[in-house]
Protein backbone atom coordinates (compact mmCIF):
# COMPACT_ATOMS: atom_id res chain seq x y z
CA UNK A 1 0.00 0.00 0.00
CA UNK A 2 1.26 3.52 -0.91
CA UNK A 3 0.94 5.38 2.52
CA UNK A 4 1.13 8.50 0.54
CA UNK A 5 -1.88 7.77 -1.81
CA UNK A 6 -3.82 6.11 0.87
CA UNK A 7 -3.07 9.66 2.62
CA UNK A 8 -4.39 11.44 -0.56
CA UNK A 9 -7.85 9.47 -1.03
CA UNK A 10 -8.48 10.09 2.20
CA UNK A 11 -7.99 13.48 2.10
CA UNK A 12 -9.91 14.17 -1.17
CA UNK A 13 -13.09 13.31 1.35
CA UNK A 14 -12.53 16.82 2.72
CA UNK A 15 -12.87 18.28 -1.12
CA UNK A 16 -16.07 16.45 -1.24
CA UNK A 17 -17.79 17.12 1.74
CA UNK A 18 -16.68 21.22 0.81
CA UNK A 19 -18.24 20.51 -2.62
CA UNK A 20 -21.30 19.62 -1.66
CA UNK A 21 -21.62 21.77 1.86
CA UNK A 22 -21.62 18.29 3.94
CA UNK A 23 -19.97 18.66 7.53
CA UNK A 24 -17.20 16.97 8.57
CA UNK A 25 -18.78 16.31 12.43
CA UNK A 26 -21.80 14.51 11.08
CA UNK A 27 -19.25 11.76 9.61
CA UNK A 28 -18.17 11.59 12.54
CA UNK A 29 -21.02 10.95 14.72
CA UNK A 30 -22.02 8.72 12.26
CA UNK A 31 -18.54 6.98 12.48
CA UNK A 32 -18.75 7.34 16.72
CA UNK A 33 -21.99 5.39 16.59
CA UNK A 34 -21.50 2.69 14.46
CA UNK A 35 -18.20 1.50 16.27
CA UNK A 36 -20.27 2.19 19.51
CA UNK A 37 -22.51 -0.56 18.65
CA UNK A 38 -20.03 -2.96 17.34
CA UNK A 39 -18.14 -2.94 20.67
CA UNK A 40 -19.68 -6.15 22.71
CA UNK A 41 -18.94 -9.78 22.12
CA UNK A 42 -22.02 -10.51 19.81
CA UNK A 43 -23.39 -7.14 18.55
CA UNK A 44 -26.77 -7.51 17.57
CA UNK A 45 -26.85 -10.89 19.19
CA UNK A 46 -24.51 -12.43 16.20
CA UNK A 47 -21.10 -13.09 17.72
CA UNK A 48 -18.92 -12.66 14.50
CA UNK A 49 -20.06 -9.10 13.89
CA UNK A 50 -17.58 -8.84 16.80
CA UNK A 51 -14.35 -7.27 16.53
CA UNK A 52 -11.97 -10.42 16.39
CA UNK A 53 -15.26 -11.82 14.10
CA UNK A 54 -14.87 -8.86 11.65
CA UNK A 55 -11.33 -8.97 11.29
CA UNK A 56 -11.83 -12.62 10.62
CA UNK A 57 -14.28 -11.56 7.32
CA UNK A 58 -11.58 -8.91 6.31
CA UNK A 59 -8.39 -11.71 6.30
CA UNK A 60 -10.63 -13.63 4.58
CA UNK A 61 -11.54 -11.63 2.02
CA UNK A 62 -8.05 -10.16 1.91
CA UNK A 63 -7.00 -13.76 1.34
CA UNK A 64 -9.40 -14.61 -1.82
CA UNK A 65 -8.99 -11.35 -3.31
CA UNK A 66 -4.84 -11.71 -3.04
CA UNK A 67 -5.53 -14.80 -5.16
CA UNK A 68 -7.22 -13.76 -7.73
CA UNK A 69 -5.51 -12.90 -11.22
CA UNK A 70 -8.38 -11.03 -12.37
CA UNK A 71 -10.66 -8.79 -9.82
CA UNK A 72 -13.48 -6.91 -11.74
CA UNK A 73 -15.73 -4.35 -10.09
CA UNK A 74 -19.16 -3.92 -11.04
CA UNK A 75 -20.69 -0.44 -10.74
CA UNK A 76 -24.17 0.63 -11.01
CA UNK A 77 -24.31 0.72 -15.03
CA UNK A 78 -23.88 -3.03 -15.32
CA UNK A 79 -26.05 -4.99 -17.26
CA UNK A 80 -26.19 -8.31 -16.56
CA UNK A 81 -25.24 -9.47 -20.67
CA UNK A 82 -21.78 -7.58 -19.49
CA UNK A 83 -21.51 -10.63 -16.45
CA UNK A 84 -22.30 -13.75 -18.43
CA UNK A 85 -18.67 -13.51 -20.14
CA UNK A 86 -16.58 -15.77 -19.86
CA UNK A 87 -14.18 -15.03 -16.99
CA UNK A 88 -10.93 -16.77 -16.62
CA UNK A 89 -10.84 -19.53 -13.56
CA UNK A 90 -10.39 -17.54 -10.20
CA UNK A 91 -11.58 -14.44 -11.38
CA UNK A 92 -13.15 -12.84 -8.43
CA UNK A 93 -15.99 -10.11 -8.46
CA UNK A 94 -16.78 -6.90 -6.19
CA UNK A 95 -19.98 -5.55 -6.15
CA UNK A 96 -20.90 -1.68 -5.65
CA UNK A 97 -24.00 -1.77 -3.65
CA UNK A 98 -27.16 -2.43 -5.64
CA UNK A 99 -24.95 -3.72 -8.77
CA UNK A 100 -25.20 -7.09 -6.72
CA UNK A 101 -28.16 -7.32 -8.66
CA UNK A 102 -26.62 -7.57 -12.11
CA UNK A 103 -25.07 -10.77 -11.11
CA UNK A 104 -26.18 -13.84 -12.66
CA UNK A 105 -26.87 -17.10 -10.03
CA UNK A 106 -23.86 -18.65 -10.49
CA UNK A 107 -21.08 -15.68 -9.41
CA UNK A 108 -21.01 -15.12 -6.22
CA UNK A 109 -19.09 -11.20 -5.24
CA UNK A 110 -16.24 -11.79 -2.66
CA UNK A 111 -17.54 -8.92 -1.03
CA UNK A 112 -20.33 -5.65 -1.46
CA UNK A 113 -18.97 -2.37 -1.01
CA UNK A 114 -22.12 -0.28 0.40
CA UNK A 115 -23.66 2.99 2.17
CA UNK A 116 -26.50 1.21 2.39
CA UNK A 117 -28.92 2.81 -1.14
CA UNK A 118 -29.47 -0.26 -2.88
CA UNK A 119 -32.75 -1.39 -2.13
CA UNK A 120 -33.45 -4.99 -2.04
CA UNK A 121 -30.93 -6.47 -3.69
CA UNK A 122 -28.65 -5.88 -0.99
CA UNK A 123 -31.48 -7.46 1.39
CA UNK A 124 -31.11 -10.60 -0.78
CA UNK A 125 -27.77 -10.64 -0.74
CA UNK A 126 -27.21 -10.04 3.00
CA UNK A 127 -29.67 -13.15 2.79
CA UNK A 128 -27.37 -15.30 0.76
CA UNK A 129 -24.41 -14.58 3.19
CA UNK A 130 -21.92 -12.12 1.18
CA UNK A 131 -19.31 -9.84 2.69
CA UNK A 132 -20.55 -6.87 3.20
CA UNK A 133 -18.35 -3.97 3.70
CA UNK A 134 -20.75 -1.19 5.02
CA UNK A 135 -19.80 2.49 5.14
CA UNK A 136 -20.85 5.18 8.00
CA UNK A 137 -21.37 9.03 6.81
CA UNK A 138 -23.04 11.31 7.85
CA UNK A 139 -26.27 11.10 5.45
CA UNK A 140 -27.02 7.27 6.56
CA UNK A 141 -26.89 7.05 10.25
CA UNK A 142 -30.56 6.06 10.44
CA UNK A 143 -30.02 3.61 7.35
CA UNK A 144 -27.34 1.53 8.94
CA UNK A 145 -28.91 1.54 12.48
CA UNK A 146 -32.16 -0.49 10.79
CA UNK A 147 -30.14 -2.47 8.23
CA UNK A 148 -28.23 -4.21 10.86
CA UNK A 149 -30.91 -5.81 13.50
CA UNK A 150 -32.57 -6.88 10.05
CA UNK A 151 -30.15 -8.71 8.94
CA UNK A 152 -29.18 -10.20 12.12
CA UNK A 153 -32.06 -11.82 11.92
CA UNK A 154 -31.93 -12.63 8.36
CA UNK A 155 -28.40 -13.77 6.59
CA UNK A 156 -25.69 -12.56 9.21
CA UNK A 157 -23.28 -12.21 6.70
CA UNK A 158 -20.04 -11.14 7.40
CA UNK A 159 -19.37 -7.45 8.13
CA UNK A 160 -16.34 -4.95 7.48
CA UNK A 161 -16.93 -1.89 8.52
CA UNK A 162 -15.85 1.53 7.37
CA UNK A 163 -16.22 5.20 7.72
CA UNK A 164 -14.47 8.84 6.12
CA UNK A 165 -13.45 10.86 8.65
CA UNK A 166 -9.08 11.24 10.10
CA UNK A 167 -10.22 10.04 13.28
CA UNK A 168 -9.16 6.37 14.47
CA UNK A 169 -11.46 3.53 15.30
CA UNK A 170 -10.40 0.35 16.03
CA UNK A 171 -12.23 -2.24 13.38
CA UNK A 172 -13.65 0.36 11.21
CA UNK A 173 -11.67 1.24 8.68
CA UNK A 174 -11.11 4.34 6.49
CA UNK A 175 -9.32 3.11 3.02
CA UNK A 176 -9.89 6.38 1.10
CA UNK A 177 -12.65 7.15 -1.80
CA UNK A 178 -16.14 8.62 -2.08
CA UNK A 179 -18.89 6.51 -3.92
CA UNK A 180 -19.08 2.96 -3.86
CA UNK A 181 -17.93 2.88 -6.83
CA UNK A 182 -14.25 3.84 -6.30
CA UNK A 183 -14.17 3.17 -2.56
CA UNK A 184 -14.04 -0.81 -3.64
CA UNK A 185 -10.56 0.34 -5.31
CA UNK A 186 -9.70 2.42 -2.48
CA UNK A 187 -10.33 -0.56 -0.45
CA UNK A 188 -8.23 -2.84 -2.67
CA UNK A 189 -5.15 -0.41 -2.36
CA UNK A 190 -5.82 -0.31 1.21
CA UNK A 191 -5.49 -4.19 1.20
CA UNK A 192 -1.84 -4.07 -0.94
CA UNK A 193 -3.75 -5.55 -3.85
CA UNK A 194 -1.92 -4.96 -7.02
CA UNK A 195 -4.41 -2.73 -9.05
CA UNK A 196 -3.38 -4.11 -12.58
CA UNK A 197 -5.67 -6.61 -12.52
CA UNK A 198 -8.17 -4.66 -11.72
CA UNK A 199 -11.27 -4.49 -14.40
CA UNK A 200 -13.88 -2.07 -14.37
CA UNK A 201 -17.67 -2.94 -15.42
CA UNK A 202 -20.14 -0.94 -15.40
CA UNK A 203 -19.03 2.31 -14.52
CA UNK A 204 -20.21 5.63 -16.15
CA UNK A 205 -20.00 9.38 -15.25
CA UNK A 206 -22.28 10.39 -18.21
CA UNK A 207 -25.54 8.74 -16.69
CA UNK A 208 -27.06 7.09 -13.18
CA UNK A 209 -26.83 3.21 -13.61
CA UNK A 210 -29.75 1.06 -12.92
CA UNK A 211 -28.87 -0.60 -10.16
CA UNK A 212 -28.26 2.60 -8.22
CA UNK A 213 -30.16 3.98 -5.26
CA UNK A 214 -32.92 6.69 -5.12
CA UNK A 215 -31.05 9.53 -5.74
CA UNK A 216 -31.22 13.25 -7.72
CA UNK A 217 -29.97 12.37 -11.08
CA UNK A 218 -28.02 16.30 -11.01
CA UNK A 219 -26.65 15.46 -7.93
CA UNK A 220 -25.64 11.73 -8.54
CA UNK A 221 -23.59 13.09 -11.71
CA UNK A 222 -21.76 15.13 -10.01
CA UNK A 223 -20.84 12.69 -7.74
CA UNK A 224 -19.48 10.21 -10.19
CA UNK A 225 -17.28 13.25 -11.32
CA UNK A 226 -15.78 12.30 -7.90
CA UNK A 227 -15.47 8.65 -8.68
CA UNK A 228 -13.36 9.09 -11.93
CA UNK A 229 -11.11 11.75 -10.20
CA UNK A 230 -10.26 8.87 -7.30
CA UNK A 231 -9.77 5.97 -9.66
CA UNK A 232 -7.84 7.72 -12.47
CA UNK A 233 -5.32 9.14 -9.59
CA UNK A 234 -5.32 5.79 -7.70
CA UNK A 235 -3.70 3.82 -11.35
CA UNK A 236 -3.30 4.56 -14.78
CA UNK A 237 -5.08 1.48 -15.62
CA UNK A 238 -7.85 3.10 -14.59
CA UNK A 239 -7.49 5.78 -17.86
CA UNK A 240 -7.86 3.35 -20.22
CA UNK A 241 -11.53 2.83 -19.18
CA UNK A 242 -14.12 4.99 -21.09
CA UNK A 243 -16.49 6.47 -18.80
Known amino acids: MDESLLAEVINIQNDVRSEFGWTYQDDVDSAQA ?17 NEGRNEALLNTK ?23 EWPDGTQFIAADGAVGAFPNHLKPACIITDLDGGMH ?9 TMVVHAHGDNQNVWEQYFPLWAKNGQPPLIL ?5 EHFDHVHNPGGFTDGDR ?3 FLHWLNIDLSRVKLVGFSTESVG ?6 NPELKIKKLGWMEKILKRLHPIFDEHIF
Request: aromatic share 10%; glycine share 6%; hydrophobic share 40%.
Open 63 to 85: ERLSRAETIVLVGAAAKKADLES
Open 34 to 50: MFQVFQSNEPFGVPHWS
Open 184 to 186: AAC
Open 210 to 215: IWSGTT
Open 122 to 130: LEQAASNGF
Open 162 to 166: THQTH
